[in-house]
T-cell receptor, first 111, second 111 residues
């Protein structure tokens, strides 16, 4: 039972353009969401988060949008850079305080 | 530098052997976690510990054991009962319910 889903395993974007990574969740009780970035053979690094009381959170080139009614969040990267090429995981805290991860989306930013 | 150290980076095990993965943190975090990542999948929680001398099973605890004798250390033992131990193992820590910070992982392979 996949409670957090990233339906696109991969995404390819041209340098300078916008990257949009999507994430859907099934449990309406989830109230805090995070995005992590992961390079090969390294651990994930925390990127940005959003609480359910907000619908947008911005940090430099990274913006996360939350649509609670659709149970959907997205990460926008503008402008995309080759160094952004990595696997991106979305995650949600469940009621027990555990992080539930999506399967990840591999982003490739081409020069 | 504060951070999480996992060792070794690569580990090989013969079938039928137990093996212990090390995780040390100097972030003064109370909570520590072990995850497993398989290709094309998100991170799945094996065990977690909110305080010293206490730990709980995650979603896939069978065939694994942990201890939490010190705040800084949370070793994971992969026992011979774990039927499919080949994976990338990630340790994380957090201060309460905040974002988790990850180590660089240990890749375990069966000879």
């Amino acid at each position: 039972d996949q409670q957090v889903k990233q339906n696109s395993p991969s995404l390819s974007v041209q340098e300078g353009r916008i990257s949009i990574l999507n994430c859907d969740y099934t449990n309406s009780m989830f109230d805090y969401f995070l995005w992590y970035k992961k390079y090969p053979a390294e651990g994930p690094t925390f990127l940005i988060s959003i609480s359910s009381i907000k619908d947008k959170n911005e940090d430099g080139r990274f913006t996360v949008f939350l649509n609670k009614s659709a149970k959907h969040l997205s990460l926008h990267i503008v402008p995309s850079q080759p160094g952004d090429s990595a696997v991106y995981f979305c995650a949600a805290f469940n009621q027990g305080g555990k992080l539930i991860f999506g399967q990840g989306t591999e982003l490739s930013v081409k020069p | 530098d504060g951070g999480i150290t996992q060792s070794p980076k690569y580990l090989f095990r013969k079938e039928g052997q137990n093996v212990t993965l090390s995780c040390e943190q100097n972030l003064n975090h109370d909570a520590m976690y072990w995850y497993r990542q398989d290709p094309g999948q998100g991170l799945r929680l094996i065990y977690y510990s909110q305080i010293v001398n206490d730990f709980q099973k995650g979603d896939i605890a069978e065939g694994y054991s942990v201890s939490r004798e010190k705040k800084e250390s949370f070793p994971l033992t992969v026992t011979s009962a774990q039927k499919n131990p080949t994976a990338f193992y990630l340790c994380a820590s957090s201060a309460g319910a905040g974002p988790q910070h990850f180590g660089d992982g240990t890749r375990l392979s069966i000879l």
